[in-house]
């Protein structure tokens, strides 16, 4: 019918999913609210059922039943709890990376400095607030030629801007991360050989950095096309860390300056840290 109003959505389904999608992750500190409500409820129900489930073993077999009946259904209820909401600090995890690939500038044009490593260190000060924002606290974060000793050798990065994380970050691996930018000057032909040794080096460190690694760059002023090995392993094959307790994963970003004065990066990292 003529000047009749389409349904939501039918002009452009793709920007209705991401709104509905918003709408969701929107919803995220209700739901935090309302896991941790229910959180300390199923907690006290299990802790009752238990106390019903000791006294009954002391005194009547049918009141220990129904104390591990309920025993039971309260470490249930809690399984379910923490897969809720590892589901939904997952989906909240996505959509953020989503929003910020669609928001991100497609083509990042290369800073103003001295050398490549300057360069991309003014990237990261000038393309991330948290990064911009830990430097304005202290400029000492921004370090050059960075080496730390590790069994008989030095691994040396040329750029490092940490951000320590908190005590149980420092002791246990949890709490507050912190983190860790790193680079290092590669080859303008990079091999698979050069990836890897970046992973055996980050290994080697990672549990005596004061910050999670956040990114870990091998950064080209130019190169030639990469191979369909070192870009498979770039995109398919993030070193697994560790510090204390945790570990966790982080890709070695390949970083080319190109001619026409813009980066390229593969894979492509948003958001981080």
Known sequence: ????????????????IFDLSDRVAAM?????????ANMVIALFWTFLTLIV??????????????????FGLGLFALYLLRETDRF??????????????????????????????????????????????????????LRYQKSWPVKGR??????????????????????????VLLARVGPETVQLSDLQQMEVDLRAIAGRLPGRVARCVLLRPKGTPLSHEVYEYATGHPSVLRKGLHSYRVSTEIVTEN?????????????VP
């Not at 929003?99 to 083509?107: M, Y």
């Not at 001619?259 to 958001?271: A, Q």
Request: cysteine-free; proline content about 9%; hydrophobic content about 40%.
């Open 88 to 141: 939904f600090r997952g989906f909240v995890a996505r959509h953020r990376t989503i929003r910020l690939v669609r928001d991100a500038e497609p083509i990042v044009k290369i800073p103003e400095g001295r050398t490549p490593i300057e360069r991309l260190a003014h990237h990261f000060s000038t393309s991330n607030e948290k990064v911009g924002e830990a430097l304005r606290e202290n400029p000492d974060r």
């Open 28 to 36: 995220a500190p209700t739901a935090r609210r309302m896991y941790w």
């Open 1 to 16: 019918m003529a000047g009749s109003a389409a349904p939501p959505g039918v002009e452009d389904p793709i920007s209705a």
């Open 259 to 271: 001619p026409d004065g813009t980066y390229e990066f593969v894979p492509v990292v948003v958001g």
């Open 154 to 179: 030095d691994v040396k990065f040329d750029l490092a801007i940490a951000k320590p994380g908190g005590f149980r970050w420092g002791l246990t691996g949890g709490g507050n991360p912190g983190f």
């Open 53 to 70: 489930l000791v006294t009954g073993l002391r005194t009547n077999a049918v009141l220990a039943l129904i104390g591990f009946l309920g």
